[in-house]
């Protein structure tokens, strides 16, 4: 339940206000627009980073999704982008290279799963459904690293297409990308988006007012299930080989929660700008700090934290100036 | 409009990131770059690092050494390096950076077979060649790959060496009990000590894997000693060879020999178990003991190589050091032979390679993998490292059978 | 919706208990409410009125007995389906969704409740802006929920609940914490949605406003039902006077005023749970 | 049988380790509602210190228990009070994130203070063991589980007798009503983050007799830590005991199962994670209180 006093508080300094506005999504595709340009740089190094800021930004629309939006803080998202990427391998031994397809079967995949577990572990709140996710996570990685019909711990390879070609997979995690914004600006302001927030902001409240928590939370477990899966399809085609260790790393876990927390969480832009600052920030250390880059990426999460505990897309709105910002920062001190 | 500022940073940061000047010195110039991912920071910080220092005094060797000759121009060698952070796919995204970015000429491997699988994928794609000394898994090596090399004997013959030796000596050892972390590489250097057991005789009593985050294996450790083996083998990392190590003297488990593949050839190994660590076998690439003699170029005696680490980097060279300088001498062989430093020109070269060098034959099967050179057994003898196996390259005599604990 | 006869029993309570722990907080209560009529369901702190409204909303199960409405069991029906029925009530603590706007805050119950499913989202907020004008919140559509004062935020519920289309409506202490003006405005507004149709049942400890809107009035005292029927007639029994007046009442009614006072302190210094 | 009998030893010895590596992430998590993801790092540099001192000064392990203990709990306490204090009520996330980045600077600065290297505690004892009833127990170990009963017992007195022990508890149980009764919670929080890495501290150098030390070597015991809790209850100090011990009976078991699947061998000490976590997933869902914890609202 949200603290009136807490809320009322970010409120007058202007930290409040509902999702979805026009201009950060306007931002958002312009700046869409322009990454469909990266493949002209000719630079595979360019381009793949671009995919991948790509499918973190798609994670943290689907992160956002169950953990912005709707209130449910999961930390086991990595399980479904790792399914989604073992269709794609799945498929390609069975000699079916198409994006199309990997995509396809990895949303429905994913999907699946998520109402599955979602079954059992959306009964469950706050810091308990978080481990539970946490869980699911460390367990899918377990069984698919115990299961030699997936390879095991050695995995999988998946065909590609040749170098002259390569830049399909680019476009491929674009357009997912595309797909996940998309999906976010309009499920917000549809009325979906509304049973989450409610849902988010106070469930038994939610539920008197005809919204049926259950369905509506698996709902949206299912939808950012479905981001993550597509993602991981397009990530493990692009990869050429795919392994419990590279389906199901920790940083596909734990960047996009970053990245959607650094841009604003339960917003439509906030994933999308948190994802390309962050790739930045860590672009940055990795070429000035080789050896301490770990370090400072600590340093930044901790500040990030600290300093901007509603992210960016929050503090541009924040209207009063430092004063208001430095004030916003002692809300929640015990 | 509030957001335009934090899309104009979000851009700008972006923007220095990938423009910020990328290392001047190619080829165009006369040095020769070379690039690798190594894990600086992660759980094979201290891998990464031996492998950097192997790579490392092979260049300042060269460079001091006027260069590398190529048709008559005479090049220095230059190493940039990234941190993969010990990450398959971060791994590769820092060799596409390294080939794309930096125009690097040629790609050193990283640390790991993991890893290495994951940088030759890249190779392969944008045909690079990369010589690797740090992945012995052969799933590397079994993709039909063109542009990757591995100066290393395969994952499965780690442990045969220790096998063979046991074998040879009375009395022979006739059980074995196998464990092995979940990775693939383990998984692999167990399987091949399986297969060569079952091939030669020994009945395999024991083989179960634990999780590569296995905190406390002293229940494999009960149930391995019920099967009262002759050998005990574990394959996995330093961290587990400990663990087992330790936890079979607390549970007083006996045998004839205890094998590793990893972990007595790290100085760690002796260091955190003391005395326990005493008589203890582990297969190796290579030895400062081994007796070759290499060809012009770079230091010709495993003795001097050792000399040259101990001197540079204060500690005795490892295993991990000399293979990783013999990745880099594949290439200073193959460069010369070539006479270019065309990518196609040099891969042909090192398919061709025959040489023989401080470390060993250096020569390539089809699939670009040195099966032809042996592993060691070295083992732990009053805190020494004596090489043991084969015996045409020992300096010592294998101690066995390993007696009890406490007496070791 | 048309008004239906007066004589119709639109929801009946028959032998309801209710049981936490060894603590029986209502037992063997039974009654009708007539549709159409306004039921004022009073009673000291403490008597089971909220419990009630809890079990009739479907929020708790009760331990025994049966809500009947339009002929249909509801003790099983799950929260969120009541209102479909045609039940909605309010919070007696009001549970506003902070960081949503006055105006989406009703329109959640225009999207969601027994009418929702053939709402677009747009006729949603057009029906939540009719209501806001209704009961007079129009004025801080825009604000977030969070902004709002206390009466405000009585009105709020009001609106939610109205926006779900009901045809029983459940008022827990709406009026509470309003000045006298704003009390008969309210009571307007009560009269003004019964005249629509609207049965509403009444938890209110303003006796004043409870006999001036009330067809029938329930008393609940301990948890059991001790007196029913028209306003002065009830309030002029001994049992309620007892009930209401007697000495024990007065010691228990401080020592629940205290409790309650330390409550809300500790809900405004931590609330007890948080969200992301 | 034999082999049983030895598997519940182990399970036990291992399970006292664990008991003490979530007692205070259990309290943190219990008490101020914050999932401490700094704990594994706190963990790892009290068997830093114990090495330290064992290299240094030949300082038995047993014996650098109160200083790794103190030492941490300094460092707890300056945590608390200059950084998370900052976000205490904040949602769950905020806090998780600011000790996962807490984590990464821990570990990543004891990587440049210690590097890489794998390091070990190598007593005159370490590996000695008894034979009881054909169960081998190694004296170590023993000693390790006596130490940590020992800690669940003081913790369990001093939360339960001592003034700051009740003040800690009543703010866990209602936060408004302690702070009515003239708890300073900063000064609470303070207390009870500190004394969770002091005795991080404590399970770190218990760790370090048998497990090796590197700067990552907190991680594993971090996500046990979550198990036992959930499997315990949270902010138990009994939970945290039960929990851990039947956490380590239960994965000593597990590596015993060998289902043969089709073609395959499942070994269940391959996936001693997936069983713990899945035992985990079935206790959250119908206990989510724990084996120990109270049913509350």
């Not at chain 2, 008559?72 to 390096?81: E, H, L, P, Q, R």
């Not at chain 2, 230091?299 to 050091?321: F, L, P, Q, V």
Request: one cysteine or more.
């Amino acid at each position: 339940m949200t603290r009136p006093s807490t809320v009322a508080t970010l409120r007058r300094i202007g930290l409040g206000g509902i999702t979805g506005s026009p201009v950060a999504f306007a931002v958002v595709l312009v700046l869409m627009a322009l990454l469909l340009a990266v493949p002209f740089a000719h630079n595979g190094y360019v381009e793949t980073t671009f995919r991948y800021i790509l499918m973190y930004a798609t994670m943290a629309y689907g992160w956002n999704m169950i953990g912005g939006y709707t209130g449910y803080v999961s930390f086991g998202q990595v399980a479904f982008f790792g399914i989604g990427a073992y269709c794609s391998a799945v498929l390609s031994t069975m000699k079916i290279d198409n994006l199309f397809a990997d995509v396809a079967l990895a949303c429905v995949v994913a999907a699946a799963f998520a109402i599955l577990i979602g079954l059992a572990v959306l009964q469950l709140k706050g810091h308990y459904f978080a481990i539970a996710t946490l869980g699911v996570g460390l367990a899918v990685t377990d069984i698919v690293s115990n299961l030699d019909a997936l390879g095991g711990t050695g995995g999988m390879n998946i065909s590609q297409v040749d170098e002259a070609h390569f830049s399909v997979y680019y476009y491929a995690m674009w357009l997912v990308a595309l797909g996940a914004i998309l999906a976010t600006y309009f499920i917000a302001r549809s009325k979906l988006g509304y049973a989450f927030v409610a849902i988010r902001e106070n469930e038994e409240a939610a539920a008197v007012l005809g919204i049926n928590p259950r369905r509506y939370k698996i709902a949206a477990w299912a939808i950012s299930a479905t981001m993550a899966g597509a993602a991981g399809a397009v990530f493990a085609a692009a990869n050429g080989h795919l392994e419990p260790s590279i389906a199901f790393s920790p940083d596909s876990n734990i960047f996009p929660i970053v990245m959607a927390l650094l841009g604003g969480i339960g917003t439509v832009a906030g994933p999308f700008i948190g994802a390309v600052i962050l790739a930045g920030v860590n672009e940055l250390l990795q070429r000035y700090f080789v050896n301490v880059h770990t370090l400072f990426f600590g340093a930044v999460i901790v500040l990030v934290v600290l300093l901007l505990p509603r992210g960016l897309v929050w503090l541009f709105g924040l209207r009063g100036g430092a004063r208001a910002w430095l004030k916003s920062l002692t809300v929640n001190k015990a | 409009m509030h957001l335009r500022p934090t899309a104009a940073l979000a851009a700008l940061i972006l923007a220095a990131g990938l423009a910020a000047p990328s290392a001047p010195a190619t080829a165009a110039g006369d040095t020769i770059l070379f690039g690798s991912p190594v894990s600086l920071t992660g759980n094979l910080t201290k891998e990464g690092h031996l492998t950097q220092e192997g790579y490392e005094l092979w260049k300042t060797y060269v460079n001091a050494h006027g260069g590398i000759k190529v048709g008559g121009k005479t090049y220095k060698v230059d190493i940039k390096y990234y941190d993969d952070e010990s990450k398959n796919d971060t791994s590769a995204q820092l060799a596409e950076r390294l080939i794309d970015q930096d125009h690097v000429n040629f790609l050193l491997g990283p640390y790991g077979s993991g890893t290495s699988f994951t940088v030759a994928l890249i190779a392969e794609r944008k045909k690079i060649p990369m010589v690797e000394g740090n992945g012995a898994a052969e799933k590397i090596f079994n993709q039909g790959f063109k542009y990757t090399f591995g100066v290393l004997s395969p994952a499965r013959r780690y442990l045969e060496g220790i096998l063979e030796m046991t074998r040879a000596q009375k009395p022979a050892a006739q059980t074995v009990a196998i464990t092995a972390a979940s990775d693939a590489f383990s998984q692999e250097v167990a399987q091949g000590a399986a297969a060569w057991a079952n091939g030669h005789g020994m009945k395999v009593v024991y083989n179960n894997k634990y999780p590569d985050t296995a905190t406390d294996v002293s229940s494999i450790i009960s149930a391995l000693k019920q099967t009262n083996p002759d050998l005990i083998l574990n394959a996995g990392h330093l961290q587990d060879a400990l663990l087992v190590q330790k936890g079979l003297k607390e549970q007083n488990v006996l045998a004839k020999a205890y094998g590793y593949s990893v972990g007595p050839d790290t100085p760690d190994f002796a260091s955190s178990l003391g005395k326990d660590a005493n008589d203890v076998f582990g297969g190796a690439q290579w030895s400062d003991a081994v007796k070759y003699k290499g060809a012009p170029g770079f230091i010709a005696s495993a003795r001097a190589y050792g000399a040259a680490i101990e001197a540079t980097y204060h500690h005795r060279a490892d295993y991990h050091n000399a293979e990783s300088t013999a990745a880099c001498l594949a290439f200073q062989y193959a460069i010369e032979r070539a006479g270019s430093l065309d990518p196609e020109k040099v891969r042909d070269a090192l398919a061709k390679l025959d040489v023989t060098t401080f470390y060993g034959i250096i020569k390539f099967d089809s699939r670009g993998l040195n099966v032809y050179k042996p592993m060691v057994v070295n083992q732990i003898q009053n805190g020494r490292l004596t090489t043991v196996w084969p015996t045409f390259t020992a300096d010592g005599k294998p101690k066995y059978p390993t007696p009890p604990w406490g007496q070791r | 919706m048309s008004a239906p006869a007066a004589t119709e029993v639109a929801l009946r309570i028959e032998n309801i208990g209710m049981r936490f722990g060894g603590l029986w907080a209502l037992s063997e209560v039974s009654f009708e409410v007539q549709r159409g009529s306004v039921v004022g369901l009073i009673g000291p702190n403490g008597s089971g009125k909220t419990t009630l409204m809890n079990v009739i909303s479907g929020v708790y199960k009760p331990t025994t007995g049966e809500v009947t409405y339009a002929g249909k069991r509801i003790a099983d029906v799950p929260t969120h389906e009541v209102c479909h029925l045609g039940i909605a009530r309010t919070f007696q603590v009001v549970k506003p969704f902070a960081s949503l706007t006055v105006r989406e805050n009703v329109a959640v119950g225009a999207m969601y409740g027994r009418s929702g499913g053939k709402r677009s989202t747009r006729a949603s907020f057009e029906r939540a802006q009719e209501l806001l004008e209704i009961v007079g919140l129009s004025r801080v559509a825009d604000r977030p929920a969070s902004d709002l004062t206390i009466p405000d935020r009585k009105r709020l519920e009001v609106a939610k609940a109205l926006a779900l289309d009901p045809d029983v409506l459940l008022l827990d202490e709406v009026m509470a914490g309003l000045n006298a003006t704003e009390v008969d405005e309210a009571l307007e507004l009560l009269r003004d949605v019964n005249r629509r149709g609207v049965t509403l049942i009444v938890v209110e400890h303003l006796m004043k406003a409870i006999v001036s809107i009330s067809t029938t009035i329930v008393v609940l005292a301990e948890g059991k039902k001790i007196a029913q029927g028209a306003p002065v007639a009830v309030l002029a029994s001994p049992q309620v006077i007892e009930a209401y007046l007697g000495s024990r009442w007065v010691k228990r009614q401080e020592a629940l005023k205290q409790i309650e006072a330390e409550r809300e302190h500790a809900a405004r210094v931590q609330p007890p749970d948080a969200r992301p | 049988m034999q082999l049983l009998a030895q598997d519940l030893v182990n399970g036990i010895l291992a399970g006292g380790i664990l008991a003490v590596v979530a007692l205070g992430f259990s309290l943190v998590w219990g008490i101020m509602n914050i999932i401490n993801l700094a704990h594994g790092a706190f963990i790892m540099l009290g068997a830093y210190v114990t090495y330290q001192l064992f290299v240094s000064f030949h300082l038995d392990p047993f014996l650098s228990l109160p200083i790794s203990f103190v030492l941490l709990f300094g460092l707890g306490y300056l945590i608390q009070r200059f950084l998370i204090n900052w976000v205490a009520r904040a949602p769950i996330l905020t806090t998780f994130l600011l000790t996962f980045g807490l984590s990464l600077l821990i570990v990543n600065l004891a990587l440049i203070v210690w590097t890489g290297d794998t390091r070990g505690v190598s007593t005159s004892y370490s590996g000695a063991n008894f034979t009881a009833l054909g169960v081998t127990v190694p004296w170590a170990k023993f000693f390790t589980l006596l130490v940590a009963l020992a800690i669940t017992g003081v913790m369990h007195l001093w939360l339960t007798r001592s003034k700051t022990g009740r003040a800690i508890r009543a703010t866990s149980m209602d936060i408004g009503a302690a702070q009515l009764s003239g708890v300073r919670t900063p000064q609470i929080y303070a207390i009870v983050y500190a004394l969770s890495a002091g005795l991080a501290g404590v399970a770190g150098t218990l760790i370090s007799l048998s497990y090796a030390l590197t700067p990552t070597m907190g991680e594993p015991f971090l996500i046990k830590a979550f198990v036992v809790c959930v499997l315990g209850g949270l902010g138990s100090v009994q939970g945290a005991l039960v929990g851990g011990l039947a956490y380590g009976i239960v994965e000593a078991f597990a590596t015993q199962i060998d289902l043969p699947i089709g073609t395959q061998h499942i070994s269940g000490s391959g996936l001693q994670d997936a069983i713990a976590l899945v035992v985990l997933l079935i206790v959250l869902v119908v206990r989510p209180t724990g084996i120990m914890g109270k049913a509350t609202a």
